[in-house]
T-cell receptor, first 117, second 114 residues
Framework: DAGVIQSPRHEVTEMGQEVTLRCKPI?????LFWYRQTMMRGLELLIY????????DSGMPEDRFSAKMPNASFSTLKIQPSEPRDSAVYFC???????????????FGQGTRLTVV | SQQGEEDPQALSIQEGENATMNCSYK?????LQWYRQNSGRGLVHLIL?????REKHSGRLRVTLDTSKKSSSLLITASRAADTASYFC??????????????FGPGTSLSVIP
């Protein structure tokens, strides 16, 4: 497996534009996480899905942020409209089913570096 | 909120020395994980220790967990320049309304000087 695949790797956009980040989790993983990383706030969990269903979106900063997972192999994180303070690295991660051991090792993608100017 | 806090924030050592990083957390956990992040890359899982375990080894890594003190330590022995990275602890808990969700601490930045 190629691991978690995120696209694009880099995105530069103007304030007010819509931005869509994409993620393909590892096949067979039923948890998918979206994180945002900044120098000031570190790694923040934005939202996570289990079996394509959003479980907890309490980390989504504002209504401008939305995430979907239409099927087990694809998720998107959308920011509309984007603002300069949204500039960060956005990571997608996936985890295998918990099983009895409650192993929640997460496999991270390479991230999307978003710059909003 | 549930979160691990690593210390020190930054650590600089000579190659060959041991590096120790600590993590403290606030509430009960199912397990604790350590991750490494090289500059500009995603996080890579290093080791997971369950709440009923006290110590775990993986190569040059040694992790301890003290649930009574709500703390964990990561020891890297015989460090190498390639160990230069940021190290994060991550905790998870089954909350009433959530499945296991993993929360990361702010990280320790380790520099290993050749």
């Amino acid at each position: 497996d190629a691991g978690v695949i995120q696209s694009p790797r880099h995105e530069v956009t103007e304030m007010g534009q819509e931005v869509t980040l994409r993620c393909k989790p590892i096949s067979g993983h039923d948890y998918l996480f979206w994180y945002r990383q900044t120098m000031m706030r570190g790694l923040e969990l934005l939202i996570y899905f289990n079996n394509n269903v959003p479980i907890d979106d309490s980390g989504m900063p504002e209504d401008r942020f939305s995430a979907k997972m239409p099927n087990a192999s694809f998720s998107t994180l959308k920011i509309q409209p984007s603002e300069p303070r949204d500039s960060a690295v956005y990571f997608c991660a996936s985890s295998p089913p918990l099983g009895t051991g409650k192993n929640t090792e997460a496999f991270f993608g390479q991230g999307t570096r978003l710059t909003v100017v | 909120s549930q979160q691990g806090e690593e210390d020190p924030q930054a650590l600089s050592i000579q190659e060959g020395e041991n590096a120790t990083m600590n993590c403290s957390y606030k509430t009960s956990i199912n397990n604790l994980q350590w991750y490494r992040q090289n500059s500009g890359r995603g996080l890579v899982h290093l080791i997971l220790i369950r709440s009923n375990e006290r110590e775990k080894h993986s190569g040059r890594l040694r992790v301890t967990l003290d649930t009574s003190k709500k703390s964990s330590s990561l020891l890297i022995t015989a460090s190498r320049a390639a160990d230069t990275a940021s190290y994060f602890c991550a905790t998870d808990a089954s909350w009433e309304t959530s499945y296991d969700k993993v929360i990361f601490g702010p990280g320790t930045s380790l520099s290993v000087i050749p």
